[in-house]
């Protein structure tokens, strides 16, 4: 039962131990457990293919969830294009680094039971995101 960070890119996570523990400590605030969760992060080719394969999507994305969560014990995968996320980061004017976290903990709220289909949902998910944020660099 763990959180696994992979990369199919030239891209490595610096703060492994301290962004587990900061997942962690979100989903137990919802009163979820972590069981098996991968985190891939890979570029905007291959979020693409998967876009276009499960969702039928032909768009890039920051961020793709597959969930398989039974119960109150959260299993799934994790799929984030580093591309996007830099893209984003200039385009909302933050660091990588910020964007990176809220792209990662968007994941963990889908897994969760969030949605951000509409108007209302993103509202909602974003001041999760922002709540999420402030545990993070809390901890600092």
Known sequence: ??????????????NKRKVKTWIKNVVTKY???IGDVTIL???DEYIKE?????LNHHYFTDILTFDYSSGLVLNG??????D????????????IDDELLRVIIHGFL??????????EESRKMRELEDGALNIFYSND
Do not use: C, E, P
């Not at 996007?84 to 660091?95: G, K, P, Q």
């Open 77 to 82: 995968d994790i799929v984030i294009s580093i």
């Open 31 to 33: 009163g979820f457990k």
């Open 50 to 54: 998967l876009n276009i394969k499960y």
């Open 110 to 119: 889908h897994l969760l039971g969030f949605n951000d289909k509409s108007s």
């Open 84 to 95: 996007t996320v830099r893209s984003n980061s200039i385009l909302y004017s933050t660091s």
């Open 1 to 14: 039962m763990a959180i696994s960070f992979q990369s199919n890119i030239n891209f490595n996570l610096s």
């Open 41 to 43: 992060f890979t570029d």
